[in-house]
């Protein structure tokens, strides 16, 4: 079939606003987009809003809310122009019809007036001669109220009569279909398997099926890459093809998102069940009327958030897993997305986040930081911040990280570790806490390297090991174990807090070690 090597590369993004986004689009768009800049192509937004019965308001604004916070920018679309257009299907309407005429005179395809009842009277009799499955196809339209088994008086008769009616394709019979899908290789079907698909609808709007193959012929897409749940319709988009004499673009199918288990496509109930977004922007839970975080939300970089899903189907084939948005544009190809359903992995994706936030300067984590932790950082100057977000930065993976890494920073712990003071803390060392206490009081230059040396050399004239006082002093200035250097921390907090936070400290554990 067709090869558009030479053509330019026009691809398009074309979601039906039905519902929310869910990151399984958002993946097959960066991947449009992905192939579109390496290509020096044009990436296109389509919005399919002709099935009005499915139609949602804001879900167009969702979608292009979605593309613009991922920087997925589309070249054309609503909104974003281009020569193209309209390029809301509900604003072609009467491109559709115009070439659904031209389908019906060149006898393509026919004008269907049976009745729902009419319908389901025939696959009722289908089924009591034992065919449970009969299709609206070769064998039986004959035998149906359509423009094909009537007269053409009949039909014309019947058209001005008002009665309502459909317009279905003519599905050659014995024919072989073929074509090759850059990723799956190539595909075969039998026409005589495939039914006599609705194309306009007695409402007078097209069907999916005829409006997206003359959208991209119209629109010149080169290649249509979308998800796999369309590989069963590209025959009939193929047979759609030939019937306009068209030459079809190349097909694309993107493997499945599954559950992290790999079980199914990623679903919706899967994010609730374990707690991670499946949608990139917040969204209205309509059961429990909560709203819900989405990637951006929760934290997410646009660049982790991208090049997490790309790696959701595609590979660049070597040990590299960090990329700039710049970085996949250079590596990406078509012949490196895999077949198999990729599995969504949350841990993973927390780590793409994670890397991407790391490579950026506590400088340029500033202000998001502070936009994540506003309530803690309320009184606090830049500067500081930013010093503690260099203490911390390695152990983040959002922003909103520093309070659970950094908070003693700038509150005192309101609990403890109960468990390590227990195991940690000695009561018969209370003495060189009180003796360091005066020790601290005494010192000059608080620095951490100062703070540090004069524990070390009290230690040392004390024959004590660093156990004896350091983990019971960091649960004393940060309430946890773990974290940044316990003498970068008191450098921070200062010497009176220090001092403070040590006195406090051992009223406390004395209590928590006689419950
Ligand atoms: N409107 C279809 C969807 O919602 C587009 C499928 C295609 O790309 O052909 O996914």
Known sequence: MSNNNNTKVRVRFAPSPTGYLHIGGLRTALYNYLFAKKNKGTFILRIEDTD??????????????????????????????????????????????KHVENLIENKKAYYAFDSAEELEQMRENAKAAGNAHQQYNASIRMKMNNSLSL?????????????PYTVRFKMPTEETIEFEDAVRGKVTFKSNELDDKILMKADGMPTYHLANIVDDHLMEISHVIR???????????????????????????????????????????????????????????????AEQPGFKEIGFLPNAFNNMIAFL???????????????????????????????????????????????????????????????????????????????VKDRMTFYSDLESQAGFLFAAPESYDEKNVKKRYKLENKVHFNNLIEIFEGLENWKSA?????????????????????????????GIMGGPSVFDIADFIGKNETINRINIGLQQFEKLKAS
């Open 52 to 97: 009005r019965a499915r139609y949602v308001a804001e879900a167009e604004n969702y979608i292009v809310n979605s593309l613009k916070w991922a920087a997925i920018l589309p070249d054309e679309g609503p909104a974003f122009g281009g020569d193209y257009g309209p390029y809301r299907q509900s604003e072609r309407k009467e491109i559709y019809l």
């Open 151 to 163: 007269s053409e008086a009949e039909t014309k008769a019947w058209l001005s009569s008002g009665k």
């Open 227 to 289: 998800g796999e749940e369309w590989l069963s319709s590209t025959p009939l988009h193929i047979m759609l093809y030939k019937a306009f004499a068209w030459q079809a673009p190349t097909f694309v199918h993107l493997p499945l998102i599954l559950k992290p288990n790999g079980k199914g496509k990623l679903s919706k109930r899967d994010g609730e069940q374990h707690g991670f977004p499946v949608f990139p922007l917040k969204w209205l839970n309509d059961e429990t009327n």
């Open 313 to 391: 189907g595609w590979n660049p084939g070597n040990e590299q897993e960090l990329f700039s948005i710049e970085e996949l544009v250079e590596s990406f190809s078509l012949e490196r997305i895999q077949k198999a359903g990729a599995r969504f992995d949350w841990e993973k994706a927390k780590w793409f986040n994670k890397e991407h936030l790391m490579k950026l300067t506590a400088k340029e984590m500033l202000q998001p930081v502070k936009t994540a932790n506003a309530k803690l950082l309320n009184h606090y100057e830049d500067e500081a911040i930013i010093a503690a977000i260099e203490m």
């Open 450 to 478: 100062n703070i540090e040396a004069s524990l070390k050399s009290y230690l040392e004239q004390n024959e004590l090991g660093f156990g004896a006082v350091l983990p019971p002093l960091r649960i004393m200035l940060t």
